[in-house]
C-alpha cells in the first residue's frame, strides 16, 4: 500500500468525512485505517554497509505530498483522540486556570533603571516595561509583544539590550520559529523603530559603550551554526556591517556580549568539549579583539573580568572545574592560578562575582548549593534549603556593586520561589513565590528521592512527587521523565501543571539518568559517544525500580522526553517496550546516523563530541545499535503520542514523521500511534503565554484515555 497524493478539495472531502465520524460515531475509530506513506526507497551506504530509508523522501518540505502526509496525520491523530476534545479542554481550563492571568515578575536594577516584564488579563505575551529610579516612578513601556504579534501566528522576541546610556533597546524578532531573528531598535525616548534591521542573528547584541556601536552574531543560512561576529553602527545598513570574527571551524558556534562589569565586549567560541574566549574594551570598539587562551581539545572555561583579573571556571586538570585567577594583560593559561581547587565530590557550576563577594554554584549528591564567599577574608557559608529534593539558582544578578544575591528555589513541591539574600548580614528575602490560583496547598503532596540501582551497580537518582492522600500500595499510574544528553542536569521543580496529573493519582518521577551531569562531570562523560546506552539502561532500570517497590505497575506507567530525551524514548520502546502502557516522545531527536552523516542539518557538526562522527566506522556501528528509526522491528509497541513541528531547527519535522511512517508499516499491535505536527511552530511549540498548553491537555488526555479517565 502507498500513501496516495490527494487533490486540496479530496482532502478536505476526507478531513471532514474523519470528523464526522469523531462526532457521530467514535467507537468505530477502531475501524479507522491510518495514513500509510508510500515507500521509496533510499540507499544510503557508508563504510560498505547500506541502509535502505523506504521513508527518505519525507525530508523534502518543499513537496506537496509531504505538507499532506503530515495534514493526514493531523487528521488521523484528531480522528483517534477526537472523542477527549471535552477532557481536553477541560484539562486546558484547569492548567490555564491555575496561572495568575495579570502577573508580573520581579524588578531587578541596572544601571539606574528597574525592569520587569508583566502580562495582562486574557493576553498570550509580556509586556517588557522599566521604571527608572524608583519602582514608584512613571512606567515606560519598552516593548508589548501582544502589538507586535499582530499578525503572526507565531512570534518570539529575544535578546532585549539596552545601550549604556540608557536611550535606545536593540532586540530580536522571529516569526517563523526557525530561531533566526531579524534585530531591530528602538528609541526609549521617542518611541521610534529605527530604520536598521540586520537579519539572520541569534536576536541579541553586545553595545559598545558609545551608544552607536553594537557587536551581534550571524547565522549559517543552511546549517544555522552561529558562526560569524559582526559589527554594526546605527544609521547604517547591515550589507555594510564589518566581521570581527569568523568560526572557521564548523564543529564551534561563536557568541558575543558585554561582560557584566560593562568593560568588555566578549566572543566566545564553544564546542562539546573545547571553548575559546577573546576580549576588546568596550570603550574602544574599533581596536582587534585579543585571545585569552588558544583552544585546546578538552579544554573548556569560561572568563569573568574584576579589577585587573580574569576569574576563569575551568576543567583544566579538574574534570568537576575549579576556579582561577589571571593577570587581564597575561591570559594564558601558564599564568592561571587555582583559588577554588577541583574536589572529585563537588561539580563547580556557576559563579557570580560582586564587589565584596564571591559566588558559586555547586552540586554535590546530586543537588545544587550556593556557597557565599567574602573577598576581604575568605570567608564562607553556604545558603541552607531544607529539602530532600530541590533546585536553586543564581539568578539575575546585573549589578556589580551590591551585597544582595538574588536567587531562585523550588522543589516538586515549592512552588518558584524568587529570594534576595544580603550577603552581609544572611537575611533572606522572598521576593515573590509563584501563585497558584485555586485551592492549591503544598501540604497536600510530598516529594521523594529515590536510588535505582543500574545494571552494572551505579546507583541513579529518581525524584518522584505525588498527592499524599491519593498514592495507593497497589501501584499506581505514573509518569516518568527523562532527559540524559549535553550534560543537562533535570531538576526537581515545581510546575502547576502537573496537578492535573497529581490530582488524579498520578506520580510524576524524574529519572537523573547518565548523559546528564546530576551526580558530577563524570556522570555526563558516562552517557555519551561510546556510553551513550548507559543512558537508555538507567531510564529501563529505574522504571523496573519503580515497579519493584510498587510505586506502579506495567499497565499503569507511562514514559516521556523531548528533543534528546526523545531519543531515550525511542530507544526505550526498542530495548523494553513491554515496559510501557504508554509512551509520549516531543519533537524526538530518532534518525540518528542519518543526521549525524548530513552535514547540512543544523546542529551536526557542532554535535560529533556528544554522539560520535559516524564517518568514522567505530562511531557509525555504535550509534546505529541504538538508533530508535533504524531498529524498530516488528513486534508489539505500546500506545505512542509523537509530536514535531514543521518548523523546527533543532530536529527537523521528518525525522518523528519517518519513525512514526516506519512504526506503522511493522508493528504488529493494534495500540494508538498517532502523530501531531504543528504545522505553525518549531522546537519549542507554539508561542504565547497559554497557547502551549493546549498540547499538553493533549498528552494529558492521551493518558487518561489508555488508562479510562473520563475527567
Request: charged share 25%.
Amino acid at each position: 500500500m502507498s500513501f496516495h497524493y490527494f487533490s486540496p478539495r479530496y482532502f478536505r472531502m476526507i478531513i471532514f468525512f474523519l470528523l464526522i465520524l469523531i462526532i457521530g460515531c467514535s467507537d468505530m475509530k477502531k475501524d479507522i485505517k491510518p495514513p500509510v506513506a508510500e515507500k521509496i526507497p533510499q540507499e544510503l551506504t557508508i563504510h560498505n554497509d547500506t541502509r535502505i530509508d523506504d521513508y527518505f523522501w519525507l525530508s523534502d518540505r518543499d513537496n506537496p505530498k509531504v505538507i499532506d502526509y503530515l495534514e493526514a496525520e493531523n487528521a488521523y491523530t484528531e480522528t483517534m483522540l477526537g472523542h477527549t476534545k471535552k477532557l481536553q479542554e477541560k484539562l486546558y481550563d484547569e492548567i490555564v486556570g491555575r496561572i495568575k492571568q495579570t502577573d508580573e515578575s520581579v524588578p531587578y536594577r541596572k544601571n539606574g533603571f528597574y525592569y520587569y516584564n508583566r502580562y495582562e488579563d486574557g493576553k498570550e505575551y509580556p509586556i517588557y516595561c522599566r521604571k527608572q529610579g524608583t519602582m514608584e516612578a512613571e512606567e515606560q513601556i519598552m516593548l508589548d509583544v501582544n502589538e507586535m504579534a499582530q499578525g503572526h501566528d507565531y512570534i518570539a522576541v529575544s535578546g532585549r539590550n539596552v545601550s549604556q546610556n540608557n536611550k535606545l533597546v536593540a532586540f530580536g524578532v522571529d516569526t517563523v520559529s526557525r530561531r533566526r531573528y531579524t534585530i531591530h531598535f528602538k528609541n526609549l525616548e521617542t518611541g521610534e523603530i529605527l530604520a536598521d534591521r540586520i537579519p539572520n542573528t541569534t536576536g541579541s547584541v553586545a553595545w559598545a559603550n558609545d551608544n552607536v556601536t553594537v557587536f551581534y552574531t550571524l547565522k549559517d543560512t543552511v546549517t544555522l551554526r552561529s558562526y560569524k561576529i559582526m559589527k554594526h553602527k546605527l544609521g547604517t545598513s547591515a550589507e555594510d556591517d564589518r566581521m570581527v570574527f569568523h568560526e572557521a571551524d564548523d564543529t564551534f558556534d561563536a557568541h558575543v556580549w558585554k561582560s557584566k562589569s560593562g568593560r568588555y565586549i566578549m566572543i566566545g567560541s564553544f564546542q562539546t568539549l573545547s571553548t575559546e574566549y577573546r576580549f576588546v574594551d568596550a570603550d574602544h570598539p574599533e581596536n582587534d579583539f585579543k585571545l585569552i587562551q588558544p583552544r585546546e581539545r578538552d579544554l573548556e572555561y569560561h572568563a569573568m573580568d574584576f579589577g585587573d583579573q580574569f576569574y576563569i571556571r575551568t576543567n583544566r586538570e579538574a574534570k568537576n572545574f575549579k576556579l582561577v585567577k589571571t593577570p587581564i594583560k597575561t591570559p594564558r593559561k601558564e599564568y592561571w592560578q587555582d583559588i577554588i581547587p577541583h574536589r572529585a565530590d563537588v561539580l563547580l557550576e556557576n559563579v557570580e562575582i560582586f564587589k565584596n563577594y564571591l559566588v558559586t554554584k555547586e552540586r554535590k549528591n546530586g543537588l545544587p548549593e550556593l556557597r557565599i564567599i567574602k573577598w576581604q577574608d575568605w570567608s564562607e557559608h553556604y545558603l541552607d534549603f531544607g529539602e530532600a529534593t530541590y533546585t536553586a539558582n543564581i539568578s539575575t544578578n546585573p549589578e556589580f556593586d551590591t551585597d544582595i544575591l538574588r536567587y531562585s528555589y523550588s522543589s516538586l513541591t515549592t512552588p518558584n520561589s524568587t529570594f534576595d539574600y544580603d550577603m552581609a548580614s544572611r537575611e533572606k528575602t522572598l521576593m515573590k513565590q509563584q501563585e497558584v490560583v485555586g485551592d492549591f496547598s503544598a501540604d497536600n503532596y510530598i516529594s521523594e528521592r529515590l536510588y535505582a540501582k543500574s545494571r552494572d551497580g551505579v546507583e541513579v537518582p529518581i525524584s518522584l512527587v505525588y498527592r499524599k492522600d491519593r498514592k495507593k500500595d497497589t501501584g499506581n499510574p505514573l509518569l516518568l521523565y527523562g532527559y540524559g544528553s549535553y550534560g543537562y542536569s533535570v531538576e526537581p521543580y515545581f510546575n502547576s501543571v502537573r496537578l492535573s496529573l497529581l490530582d488524579r493519582g498520578f506520580i510524576y518521577a524524574m529519572a537523573h539518568v547518565r548523559g546528564g551531569e546530576e551526580m558530577g562531570r563524570q556522570w555526563y562523560e558516562d552517557g555519551k559517544l561510546l556510553k551513550k546506552k548507559n543512558t537508555f539502561n538507567d531510564f529501563i532500570d529505574c522504571a523496573q525500580h519503580l515497579i519493584l517497590f510498587g510505586y506502579t505497575n506495567t499497565d499503569m506507567l507511562f514514559a516521556q522526553g523531548g528533543s534528546a530525551g526523545g531519543l531515550l524514548m525511542g530507544a526505550v520502546v526498542n530495548m523494553r517496550p513491554d515496559l510501557w502502557k504508554g509512551v509520549i516522545a516531543a519533537v524526538p531527536w530518532v534518525d540518528v546516523v542519518t543526521t549525524m552523516l548530513d552535514d547540512t542539518i543544523p546542529l551536526t557538526t557542532s554535535e560529533y563530541d556528544e554522539w560520535g562522527n559516524p564517518n568514522n566506522k567505530e562511531y557509525y556501528d555504535y550509534m546505529l545499535s541504538y538508533s530508535p528509526y533504524d531498529n524498530v522491528e516488528a513486534k508489539d509497541y505500546p500506545a505512542m503520542l509523537v509530536t514535531t513541528g514543521l518548523h523546527d531547527s533543532q530536529v527537523q519535522y521528518f525525522e518523528p514523521t519517518k519513525w512514526v511512517a516506519k512504526l506503522r508499516a511493522m508493528k504488529t499491535d493494534n495500540n494508538v500511534l498517532v502523530l501531531d505536527c504543528d504545522m505553525g511552530s518549531g522546537h519549542g511549540g507554539a508561542s504565547g503565554r497559554f497557547k502551549r498548553y493546549k498540547r499538553t491537555a493533549l498528552e494529558y488526555a492521551f493518558m487518561f484515555d489508555l488508562l479510562g479517565i473520563k475527567q
